[in-house]
């Protein structure tokens, strides 16, 4: 017979945005427990904000590089970077929504 550990939401009936707004101890860090340590906390907010600056930075660049006739090879590159951090933008303010502590 196997023990259910009475802090596991899963097994306590908890909906999915509860979980989240509670936060998911250890959900990120492998390590969570060891040594007496405590549980590494997401930095949601941190990683908007600079995906936030790289994506203004990027677009900024590419537009300064493309109206300078610079090679087209830096402005491709800068475009990519800003296309990566809309991505990032995106995923972030997804799992914000959800409730996702940080």
């Known amino acids: 017979m196997s023990r259910q550990r009475r802090d596991d939401?899963?097994?306590?009936?908890?909906?999915?945005?509860k979980r989240y707004?509670?936060?998911?101890?250890?959900?990120h860090d492998p390590t969570a427990g060891i040594g007496g340590?405590?549980?590494?906390q997401s930095a949601l907010t941190l990683r908007l904000a600079l995906a936030t600056f790289g994506f203004?930075?990027?677009?900024?660049?590419a537009i300064w590089l493309s109206?300078?006739?610079?090679p087209m090879g830096l402005v491709i590159?800068?475009?990519?970077?800003?296309?990566?951090?809309?991505?990032d933008l995106g995923i972030v303010v997804r799992r914000k929504s959800r409730g996702e502590p940080g």
């Not at 939401?9 to 945005?17: E, V, Y």
């Not at 203004?56 to 660049?61: E, F, K, P």
């Open 9 to 17: 939401p899963r097994k306590t009936g908890q909906s999915g945005s």
């Open 21 to 27: 707004r509670s936060g998911l101890p250890g959900h």
């Open 37 to 40: 340590a405590a549980p590494a």
């Open 56 to 61: 203004i930075s990027c677009a900024a660049l």
């Open 67 to 70: 109206l300078s006739d610079a």
């Open 77 to 87: 590159v800068s475009v990519i970077l800003g296309a990566v951090a809309a991505i």
